[in-house]
C-alpha cells in the first residue's frame, strides 16, 4: 500500500529570500515566477507506519494559470539521516535527485503531477528525516521556456505502508 506525506502550499512558509515563491492573498498558493529562480525547502520526517528503507516518490501537484506551449524546469535536492545516525552532508549541503522539464499543458484547469522519480531510503528507518529543497529553475536553466507564473498546490512523498506502526516510541 501507498500512502502521502504532504506538504500543501498554505503550509510551506518560504524562508524570507529574494527567490522565494509569491504567495496568493487570496488562496495561500504559492506562485513561482516564469522569470526568476524560486526555492521552497523542507523538512519530512518519515511516519512509523513506513516500510523502513522502501523507496520514496517526491512530486509536484501543480497548476498552470495562463496556458502555453512552454516549459518549466525543477530541481529536487535532498539530505537525509535516520535517528541517532548521521546525515549524508553537512547543514545546507544536498544531493540532487534530478532536474525535470514539466510541459505546460495549455490547459488552464488541468491538475499536474511531477515526479521527480525513485529516492532510495536504503538503510534507513522509521522517523528518518529528509531535508529538501525545490527550485524552479525559471532563470538559469533556458530549458525553461514558460515565461509564466506558476502555482504550486502541494508537494507530496509517496511512500509504501509496511505495518500500522513501531513498537517503541523512538526506531533504532
Not at 145 to 150: G, L
Request: charged share 15%; hydrophobic share 40%.
Amino acid at each position: 500500500r501507498w500512502d502521502d506525506l504532504r506538504f500543501p502550499a498554505q503550509g510551506i512558509n518560504p524562508p524570507g529570500a529574494a527567490s522565494d515563491p509569491t504567495r496568493s492573498t487570496t488562496n495561500g498558493l504559492l506562485y513561482f515566477s516564469g522569470t526568476a529562480d524560486n526555492i521552497i525547502a523542507g523538512v519530512s520526517q518519515m511516519p512509523h507506519a513506513w516500510a523502513a528503507g522502501t523507496t520514496v516518490v517526491p512530486h509536484l501537484h501543480l497548476i498552470f494559470p495562463t496556458s502555453a506551449s512552454a516549459n518549466t524546469r525543477w530541481k529536487l535536492e535532498y539530505n537525509t539521516g535516520s535517528v541517532n545516525g548521521n546525515f549524508m552532508h553537512a547543514l545546507s549541503t544536498y544531493t540532487t535527485l534530478s532536474t525535470i522539464t514539466v510541459a505546460n499543458p495549455a490547459n488552464v484547469l488541468k491538475h499536474v503531477i511531477a515526479s521527480f522519480g525513485d529516492l532510495t531510503m536504503t538503510g534507513h528507518k522509521e522517523s528518518a528525516i529528509i531535508v529538501w529543497k525545490i527550485s524552479r529553475l525559471a532563470n538559469t536553466d533556458a530549458l525553461d521556456t514558460d515565461t509564466n507564473a506558476c502555482v504550486l498546490t502541494e508537494f507530496d512523498i509517496h511512500y509504501q505502508v509496511g505495518k500500522s506502526g513501531t513498537i517503541g516510541e523512538y526506531p533504532t
